[in-house]
């Protein structure tokens, strides 16, 4: 069974650094993509970054580029997306989601990380 | 960037009736288009991909069709559990991206 399972919620300081995990299982993760969505409050869903753990291609939304940082560790099958300088604007769910075999399309999704920033 | 606008923002429904959702995109995404159900609390759910293929486990009452710029969701014989936000999304170009979201409520 395939799963991805992120970290928990977190409450940041503007300008402190983050990192959120989604752990996977049940397929082999070097082998296909995996992305992170942003849901803010209230909002829809915005597509931020892809990347494929094999051989490390990354396609960033030009929104995002710069913003975060996309990685993988192969070793223990899992995902972060990280920031140096999180911002208020960057309160938001974030979604982990794993593309159907040889498509794009988001089949399996993470629970969510909360992520709140407020001084 | 591929621009997706899904009409109308807030559709309400009745049970046992139809509903249409429509995504209209900048430009020609082919077939390249999924829709999720979001209920709240809860990450999306695939539904459709390629702009007509029900995911696993998907009941029949939900279709999708369209091509190129025009694409639409309809869900026949409404149930209450169908009462959530739907988007859409192309993975025709990157960066790939959603809809805005339609709120299906009750009447």
């Known amino acids: 069974e395939v799963q991805l399972v992120q970290s928990g919620a977190v409450v940041k300081k503007p300008g402190e650094s983050l990192t959120i995990s989604c752990k996977t299982s049940?397929?082999?993760?070097?082998?296909?993509?995996i992305g992170w969505v942003r849901q803010r409050p209230g909002k829809g869903l915005e597509w931020m970054v892809i990347?494929?753990?094999?051989?490390?291609?990354?396609r960033y939304s030009p929104s995002f580029q710069g913003q975060v940082t996309i990685s993988a560790d192969q070793s223990i099958s899992t995902a972060f997306l990280h920031w140096t300088s999180l911002k208020a604007s960057d309160t938001a769910v974030y979604y982990c989601?794993?593309?159907?075999?040889?498509?794009?399309?988001?089949?399996?999704w993470g629970q969510g990380t909360l992520v709140t920033v407020s001084s | 960037d591929i621009v997706l606008t899904q009409s109308p923002a807030t559709l309400s429904v009745s049970p046992g009736e139809s509903a249409t959702v429509s995504c209209r995109a900048s430009?020609?995404?082919?077939?390249?288009l999924a829709w999720y159900q979001q209920k709240p609390g809860q990450a999306p759910r695939l539904l459709i991909s390629?702009?007509?293929t029900r995911a696993t486990g998907v009941p029949a009452r939900f279709s999708g069709s369209g091509s190129g710029t025009e694409f639409t969701l309809t869900i026949s014989s409404l149930q209450s559990q169908d009462l959530a936000i739907y988007h859409c999304?192309?993975?025709?170009?990157?960066?790939?991206?959603f809809g805005q979201g339609t709120k299906l409520d009750l009447k």
């Open positions: 999304h192309q993975y025709d170009a990157w960066p790939h991206t």
């Open positions: 989601a794993r593309p159907s075999v040889g498509g794009f399309d988001f089949v399996y």
């Open positions: 390629s702009a007509s």
């Open positions: 990347l494929y753990p094999y051989d490390s291609d990354t």
């Open positions: 430009q020609s995404i082919s077939i390249n």
């Open positions: 049940g397929y082999s993760f070097s082998n296909y993509w």
